[in-house]
């Protein structure tokens, strides 16, 4: 990790039950815990870098207000810098209707990824 010279790492991490929709043969606790794991090494290292975002494709079955904070404080307890919420066009069926009708206004802010939340410093 130190001598990768990364800014940024990007990973995807959605919950088993939703994510079988989309991500086929995908283990959310795997995932997570490898998330976790990232954190936890670059801080052993003393390291403010790379950013560890938590990058979570919206769907219209994983975007509930429920899930969504529930993402965040997973993402929260696992020490990622951010957590990004990605809207998708495909599947057409799987469309985040929630965010495409402005209902994602409240979480985070704006950016060209959709909506994103720091969680520590914006470094």
Request: aromatic share 14%.
């Amino acid at each position: 990790m130190a001598k990768s010279g990364s800014k940024i790492l990007k990973t995807n991490v959605n919950k088993s039950d939703s994510s079988f929709k989309y991500h086929k043969n995908t283990y959310f606790e795997r995932a997570y815990q490898n998330m976790t794991n990232l954190v936890a090494l670059r801080n052993e290292l003393g390291l403010s870098k790379p950013q560890i975002e938590w990058k979570y494709v919206l769907f219209n079955w994983n975007d509930s207000p429920k899930i969504i904070n529930k993402a965040i404080s997973l993402a929260h307890k696992a020490g990622v810098d951010l957590i990004s919420f990605w809207p998708t066009l495909s599947p057409p069926y799987g469309i985040s209707w929630r965010y495409k009708f402005g209902k994602f206004k409240n979480v985070g802010i704006s950016s060209w990824k959709g909506r994103e939340v720091w969680l520590k410093n914006n470094l």
